[in-house]
């Protein structure tokens, strides 16, 4: 299984691509970890941003590997705990189908996304930066890893 982390957004600071690279690395074999970056459209003063959507939509869908399992990290989905990571970690690797986390861009997921998506997840209440989801998600995804093989990283 492979865990594809489908997000709009590029020229992250160092920072992010280190810690992103640092989770991602810990990551076994059999659940890896891939980042597709998705270029995010232009916003401005006079930026139709329901085309801006739609567009950085289009890209997403295309960029979802066939088969995949999908989930859309959306404000309005499932908040989950760290063990409930691990469990969901758990049922995809026996499903043995790749898995898909769609990041949307600043105004978030365009409705055709969310269409596609077998699940909507809500990462915090809080509005994160794009850069941080990346991390934050890598980390989640090791720490549910952890708790699947008992690895003292995770201490609940």
């Given at each position: 299984m492979r865990i594809h982390l489908i997000a709009v957004g590029n020229r992250m600071p160092a920072w992010v691509?280190?810690?992103?690279?640092?989770?991602?690395?810990?990551?076994?074999?059999?659940?890896?970890?891939?980042l597709i970056e998705i270029a995010p459209g232009q916003r401005g003063k006079n930026a139709d941003i329901a085309r801006v959507k739609q567009a950085e939509g289009e890209k997403i869908l295309k960029a979802i590997p066939r088969d995949s399992y999908v989930i859309a990290l959306d404000e309005h989905g499932d908040a989950l705990t760290s063990t409930g990571w691990g469990d969901a970690m758990k049922s995809?690797?026996?499903?043995?189908?790749?898995?898909?986390?769609?990041?949307?861009?600043?105004d978030g997921h365009a409705p055709e996304v969310l269409a596609r998506a077998d699940r909507k997840w809500a990462l915090s209440k809080l509005t994160l930066p794009h850069g941080m989801v990346r991390v934050l998600v890598a980390e989640q995804l090791f720490r549910a890893h952890s708790l699947l093989i008992n690895h003292p990283y995770h201490r609940a």
């Open positions: 691509e280190t810690s992103y690279a640092d989770y991602a690395g810990r990551m076994p074999r059999e659940c890896s970890l891939h995809w690797m026996q499903m043995g189908r790749d898995v898909c986390l769609l990041v949307g861009g600043p």
